[in-house]
């Protein structure tokens, strides 16, 4: 253990070595979501590397050790949270129904994650130091979400017409999300999913 | 004509009074337009009323005299340019196709309209002063957009399903909309509108 962090001695460097790594591992982390968080609360201008620090309990010092510019604080933030969730998306059984698989597709774009990704992306509309990274963030990200898209409805992309119907029913999906950013939107929502999800049935499988 | 202006004198009132009121018809216009152009590009934290006064040739002064509050002029300019855009579109004769349609109404949100109307979304998300006029206005537009899109696609609500099958179209085009934020979407934007076209033309008329 490093004497400067002056924590307890454990018995061995090699021993020490590993908490060290996790208390590190788990600073990481609560300053990613902290910073999901507060990007989805007070937008861009309202998100300072401060404010996120303080919110996750950590020095600000400690927060630019692993994230030296707020730019890459927000961009790593983003990318981990939906990493996240792909990695809780691949773990569920395939749905049984259209239905099932658009609500879960829907579901992704109404969360905290979108509404963060959202700021970012507005921001990163008039902002030069941010617009490449996460044009090219918003790039992996939508890559990653059509391919999970393909598996949840179970289709096979080779047929003509297949791979522009899902891409459609992943733009609905961000235009619902769009939908509930002021208001709650969920009552109207949930009619446009159980009816796109039977014209998809039709289209996909019909 | 009030002499305060320091305007040339007309002779008589009365004959003054229309081209005055035309002056100061032209001047509200212009800021209205300057301001979309402004929140478009700069966003909503780059956008003060000095910056759009400077942007349409006026003074501050002249501005505030028409917007008393940056809420005030901003959430009017979208308004306007919206109500603008309506007119333009009842003038279009009915599209022939369910394709020309769907183009006409995905076509809405990628323009400067757009993506004025999400900085203030963005913004009014965070920002209490301007939460319920722009969940209002967002109301409005939202339903005269809907208006204009059953008339387009020339179709029947009154039939089961049809009214969401155009909630998830403009939901759609909200979402085309957004991943034209960043960069240039439109090659892949025309597959997906083909595509949908063909699907919500079996939908809707099938």
New interface residues.
């Given amino acids: 253990m490093n004497p400067r962090t002056g924590g307890e001695r454990t018995a061995g460097s090699t021993r020490g070595a590993a908490p060290k790594q996790d208390r590190s591992r788990a600073t990481r982390q609560r300053l990613l979501q902290s910073a999901v968080t507060c990007l989805a609360?007070?937008?861009w201008?309202?998100s300072t590397v401060t404010v996120v620090a303080e919110h996750a309990g950590v020095s600000r010092g400690a927060a630019q050790h692993h994230f030296p510019t707020r730019e890459d604080l927000f961009t790593a933030a983003v990318e981990y949270v939906a990493e996240e969730r792909s990695r809780a998306l691949r773990e569920l059984p395939t749905p049984a129904s259209a239905r099932a698989a658009v609500e879960t597709l829907v579901g992704l774009y109404t969360g905290p994650l979108f509404?963060a990704a959202?700021?970012l992306?507005?921001?990163?509309?008039?902002e030069p130091q941010l617009?490449p990274r996460?044009?090219a963030l918003?790039a992996r990200i939508g890559r990653e979400t059509h391919r999970m898209a393909v598996e949840l409805l179970g289709v096979d992309e080779r047929r003509p017409?297949v791979r522009?119907?899902v891409?459609?029913l992943?733009?609905?999906?961000?235009?619902?999300?769009?939908?509930n950013?002021?208001?709650d939107d969920s009552a109207?929502r949930e009619?446009?999913v159980?009816?796109?999800a039977?014209?998809l049935e039709?289209?996909l499988h019909g």
């Fill in positions: 609360e007070h937008g201008s309202g509404r959202l700021h992306w507005v921001a990163a509309s008039n617009g996460v044009t918003e017409g522009e119907t891409q459609g992943l733009d609905m999906a961000r235009g619902l999300g769009l939908a950013l002021l208001t109207r009619r446009v159980a009816q796109w039977r014209l039709n289209a």
